[in-house]
Every structure is written in structure tokens, then in C-alpha cells.
């Protein structure tokens, strides 16, 4: 009896209907209506998975524990996200002015999301690692996207300081590197009608252009309030956000999100039809297993991120 102690068990938790969680599985939960709140009751219930981060390029720290959540209502799939974070960076290229003129500084906190849009075993096997061209020794030549032009990713990037004061998530897709002396050549913005970010700055570059109809200091200026800088309405020390803000409308902006930083702990939610019927947007199909990758950005960007170290997988229950 004891040598075959494991398997009774295994067999008796069956019968009885238990079940293990894997440790790269994310159930989704079905509720009555998803929601942008994330403290709403929905989440109460709903399935938590942990996930460790790693560096992307080997030898830098790791990074921090992201515990994830989703649940679906039959329309639309919202995905909670919660992570540690010591700082909030939310002033990417931001405008500080001294009292005769202005310097820029700062970065951004990220989250980000991959998903194979066609069926890739690649991906499924090894997550964001399978996009990543980074077999060379000249980082500045390493590049995110697809050897296959058949292949495609929907890469979401929830931006703390460019899309989160907007409330939507920049909503992208990599293909193939178009022109292999560019490697932004395999990444390309979602169709979009109108509306976005753009950069805060005036003609020479060296001060911003708009600064919020409510004064300085704002966290976010948005395009319906931006009026035209006036230095003389500023203090010595005045801080103008980086980017004027505005909702991308069509495929680029159809992710909502709410993203808040409190006590040193990010916690965003994420929401979308599970079918937007655009050809760069996956499609979430219910009881359709789908492989995904993971990545954090705490105020940077390019290399200076940290990613699950394996495909994470989204299951229903």
C-alpha cells in the first residue's frame, strides 16, 4: 500500500473532484459582467496566479511577483494585475522649469501582455522568448517579432505615464522585420482613426508646447484641457507632463484599463471584447487554451524589463 501510496491519492482526489493548479496556468472565471473596478466583488472568487519574473537579459536583477487574475462575462474578458513597485513613474519626458527655462527627465512604469494570434507551437512551448531575436552579441541589433510572415503577436502595453490617464492600454502587433536595419521595422501601432499620444514640446524642442487649462503640476494632460504654455503662470519648479493625452479610437484603443499605484503596490485592470473582429487583435475563444507572455517595466523601457520565464497559459473555468 505504501509504494502505491501517490497514485491512490492522485486517483481519489479525481474521483472526488479536486483539482491541482499548475503554476503557469491562469483560469479565467465566469461572472455576471466584468468590470474596470479591481476592487469589485468579481475578484473574489476568481483564480490567482503568481508569477515570478525574471530578467530578460541574463545577469540583471529580477524583478517582481505579478499575481494575476481574469474573469469573462460571455462578451468581454478583463484580466487584474498587482505588483510591488517602490515608485510610481508616471512622468515619462516630462517638463520641469526652473523659472526661465525648462529640462526634460523621466520614464514610465509598464505592463505587458503577448499573445500569438495564430496557433504557434513555438510560443506556446517557450512564452515571449520565442519572439525575441537576441542571438547576437550587439544588443542594439536584437529585435521583437517573427521569422514567419504568417505569424503575428498582439502585444499590449498598459503605459503608466502615456495611456494609463486616458484610460486605454496601447494595443499593438509584431510581425517580421521588414527592413533589417531597423528594428522597430516588426512593430507596428493597431489601426487607428484618430486620437493617441503625442509629445508635449514646442517647435525647438527645448520646452513644452500646452500645459493644463487647470495649471501646472498635473499628473496626466489630457488634450481636452492642454492650452497654450504661458511660463509667466509658472513657479520655479512647475512640473508639465511629457505627452498630451487622448484616447485612441479603433483597434490601437480598444483595451480599457484603470491603473492605480498606492503604498508602493500597482494594481491595473484590463478589459476587452473577447472578439473585437480586428485581424491584429487575438480572439479569446471560451474553453480555447491560449499561451501568453508577460513583461514589467519599472521606469524604462527597451532592454530593461523582466518577463515570466515561461509561456503562461489562459484556461476557463
Known sequence: MRKHAPIFFLTLALLMG??????????????????????????????????ATAAAVPGEPAGPVVRLQAV?????????AEWADATESIFKNAWTFDGATFAKSGDEDRLLFTWPIQNNADFAS??????????GDDRSTWW????????????????ASRT????????????ELRDPSDIESSRHGDAKESGGYRT?????GDGPAFMGSLGADARYLLASEAVAIDPTLLAAGALIPGYVLERAVGSRGDIDTQGTWEDGTWVVVMRRPLD??????????????LPFGLAVVDNGGGLKHTIAPEALILDWR
Not at 473585437?276 to 487554451?289: A, K, P
Request: hydrophobic share 40%; proline share 2%.
Open 72 to 80: 469573462q462575462d460571455g462578451d468581454t474578458i478583463a484580466f487584474r
Open 276 to 289: 473585437t473582429g480586428h485581424e491584429d487583435d487575438v480572439r479569446f475563444t471560451v474553453r480555447r487554451r
Open 18 to 51: 479536486l483539482t491541482f493548479a499548475q503554476n503557469n496556468v491562469l483560469s479565467v472565471a465566469r461572472v455576471n459582467a466584468t468590470s474596470l473596478d479591481a476592487s469589485a466583488a468579481i475578484w473574489n472568487d476568481a483564480p490567482v496566479l503568481e508569477v
Open 164 to 175: 494609463n490617464g486616458a484610460g486605454y492600454v496601447d494595443d499593438k502587433w509584431w510581425g
Open 200 to 204: 508635449n514640446a514646442n517647435e525647438a
Open 144 to 159: 521583437m517579432g517573427s521569422d514567419n510572415p504568417s505569424l503575428t503577436y498582439d502585444a499590449w502595453q498598459w503605459k
Open 126 to 135: 517557450r512564452g515571449c522568448t520565442a519572439a525575441c531575436h537576441s542571438s
